[in-house]
């Protein structure tokens, strides 16, 4: 089958089915190519049932919490298979909702692995349809990586991917990577009942985020049981008849059901004829794309995990909905708006836009402002004290440059930050913004005067820098 359209959009995770979306807004006929299922990696093995995982463990950390409120739980127990359950049908209820919204667009689904031919052509396997589109979007996102001497066989060395396809809960985990994906793996498996190993190269949990904010996650893990092991690495693997044992550098050989190797990610690129066509690609492959998140190659474009770090569902769909706008001779070029990031353990991390050490680099002297969730009436009736909010601030304006939050629901938190960074706010602006008493939120407020020099329920010694 041959067909031409105006637009063909390879992959269909965040990046590609909001892409596709937009672009059928804008009157575009579109066809949207996918290998596997409807809402790539985010939905299907990583973001959304990561997070159901999560909840489940921290809807359990709360029943175990609940005898200081007067709650009386005799026992908790995970069904892992029921666990398993729940959460493959809210993914399928999440892509029956995607499907849906791209028929109702009138945007024509295609299953297959999709190859380059030129610059407006096409070729869909094992069918063998070609589509010629004026403009092609490359959304094929990423892959887990691997390690020489830990390759995944999907058995006893396992992926991120591989994490959601156990039919049992694992008495015993090794996680090798303390980044994002392992912290988040452990502090699920840990508070649902498996012993968690993380073995992490660099001298700290979570590589690259600010120390302050990872100390309350350190905390938390261990208390979950949790053995962390910085500035270490595998020095050896040897299988067993139903384990794997894990020899750490300079430690004692554990003894695992699985070891999860979660070290980082690889671009969907190899596979779709990008060299022979002339796309130019780093030595890694991800795809290099200018300030219109075109390629070398006019007309085609990439967005989402292809073009690079970092690896975030909401940055994916964002490039995915611009592309669609600047093909379409709405917008000029990609802005690059202000990307918050999350871990999603327990407690939460949220951060959006710089650091005081980042601010200081580019020589913008800083003003802070942090309140402790301590002191936050709502945190004390949810029993989540633990964290805080940090603003920083440019001293000379007041201007807001960057917020990072540790503490229950910081992913929500943190949007009242963006929103503010997005319209060049002041800590002034913020200050005086009126929050609802008592709820979380109100913590930013309160950072915020802290920063300004009116402190409320705050300690003034964390004020400036």
Known sequence: MEKTVDVAIIGAGPAGYISAIRFAQLGKRVVLIEKEKIGGACLNHGCVPMKALLTVAKTLKSLKKGDRMGIVVSQASVDFAKVNGWNHSVMDRFRKGIEFILKSNGIETVKGSATI???????????????????????????????????FDSKRIISSDDIFELKSLPKNLVIVGGGVIGVEVATAFAEMGTKVTIVEIMDQLLPGWSRDLVVPVVDSLAKMGVDINLATKVTELKYSMENVLVSLEGKATIVAEYVLVAVGRRPNTDSMNLDRIGIVMDKKGFITVNNRLETNIKGIFAAGDVTGIPYLAHRSSEQGYSIAEIASGIQETYNGPYIPAVVYSDPEVAVVGMDETEAERHGIATIIGKFAFAASARAMTMGRMEGFVKLVGEKATGKLLGAHIVGASASDLISECVLALQNSMSLEQIASAVHPHPTLSEAIMEAAKMAVGKPLHGDTTEKAR
């Not at 070729?123 to 403009?135: F, H, M, S, W, Y």
């Open 117 to 151: 031919e030129a610059n407006d052509r096409v070729l869909v396997q094992p069918q063998g349809d070609i589509i010629n589109a004026k403009t092609i979007v490359i959304a094929t996102g990423s892959r887990p990586s691997d390690l020489p001497g830990l390759r």
